[in-house]
Every structure is written in C-alpha cells, then in structure tokens.
C-alpha cells in the first residue's frame, strides 16, 4: 500500500510541518536533509511532540524520542521503546507513505 502524505518542498528545512495521517496528525520534519514522520503521539500517554534541537519532546510530561531514529532519548515511554515512525520514501517529489515494502 502506497498513499502520498506531501510535497516535499512542504518540509520546511528547520522544525516541523503537521500533516493528516489517515485521520491522526503526524509529524514530518527532516534529519540531515531526508525526511522523516512520525506520528504526533507520545508513546506514555498520547501527549503531542515537538521538534527541539534534534528531538522530539512530549509536551504533557517530557519524554524525549531521537527525531532520527524515533528511539526514547529520556523520560517516561509507555509500553513502546520508540515513536511511531511512518515508513515513507520520496516518489515524484512527494513523501510517499508505503506500507509492507
């Protein structure tokens, strides 16, 4: 499954742009000049995130995810070591989200 998610030139080149994922905000942002996505959910209690010096920081208690990787940097996490990073890849200059490749 494929579903285009935004243009590129729609990833601001500093913080983050929020987008529609399939009815849940999601995140898109970029590492090092590539792109990323991640769900706008803190994996603890479902707070928001926000981009912040290469980390996405829950806004309700704290936690903090590598903006990278997704992996928890610090703080409380839930039951999941990770955000929920989308799996995506550029087609056509538009960030593509693909599931199952």
């Not at 601001?12 to 987008?19: D, F, K, L, N, V």
């Not at 970029?30 to 959910?41: A, F, H, I, M, S």
């Not at 989308?86 to 599931?99: A, I």
Request: glycine letters at 14%.
């Amino acid at each position: 499954m494929k579903a285009p998610l935004c243009k590129l030139a729609d990833i601001p080149g500093s913080g983050a742009a929020r987008i529609d994922f399939f009815g849940r905000e999601a995140l898109v942002y970029k590492v090092g000049g590539q792109p990323r996505t991640v769900v706008n959910t803190c994996t603890h209690l479902g707070g928001p995130l926000e981009l912040n010096n290469g980390q996405l920081v829950c806004a309700w208690h704290g936690a903090r995810f590598d903006a990278a990787s997704g992996d928890v940097v610090s703080g409380p996490r839930g039951t999941c070591a990770h955000a929920l990073v989308v799996p995506t890849r550029v087609e056509d200059g538009v960030l593509t989200y693909v599931y199952g490749e």
